[in-house]
C-alpha cells in the first residue's frame, strides 16, 4: 500500500530543505511579541501611567494596526529566515 503512495512534490521537499515551517513558527511567535510590546508602549502604558497623556482614538484601531505589525513583521522575518537558510544549504551544496 505505501508502494501506490507518490512522493512528496518537489516544491514541498524544497521548502523542507530550507527549514521554512520552522521559520515560519519562528517568525509567527516574534511578530506577535513585537506586536503585543508596540501595543503596550503606545495604549496600555500611557492609560495606566500617570501623567502620560492618553490616546485620543479607540483602543481597536491601535489592535487592528497592531495586527498589521505582526503580519508584517512575521513576513519579513520568515522572508530573511528563508534566504540565510538558502544560502547555507547552497553553501553546503557547494563543498561536496
Known amino acids: ?6 512522493d512528496r512534490p518537489p516544491m ?6 530550507l527549514n ?4 515560519a513558527k519562528l517568525s509567527a511567535v516574534a511578530g ?7 501595543y503596550g508602549f503606545f495604549v496600555v502604558a500611557p492609560a495606566v501611567l500617570p501623567g502620560v497623556p492618553a490616546r485620543g ?10 495586527f498589521v505589525a ?3 513583521t512575521a513576513l519579513l522575518l520568515v522572508t530573511v ?4 537558510s538558502a544560502v547555507r544549504f547552497a553553501r553546503e551544496d557547494d563543498e561536496y
Open 20 to 23: 521554512v515551517p520552522r521559520n
Open 70 to 72: 505582526a503580519v508584517t
Open 1 to 6: 500500500m505505501s508502494d501506490d503512495v507518490p
Open 81 to 84: 529566515l528563508t534566504v540565510v
Open 12 to 17: 514541498v521537499q524544497f521548502m523542507l530543505a
Open 32 to 38: 506577535v511579541a513585537f506586536a503585543a510590546v508596540l
Open 57 to 66: 482614538r479607540s483602543p481597536v484601531l491601535y489592535l487592528t494596526l497592531a
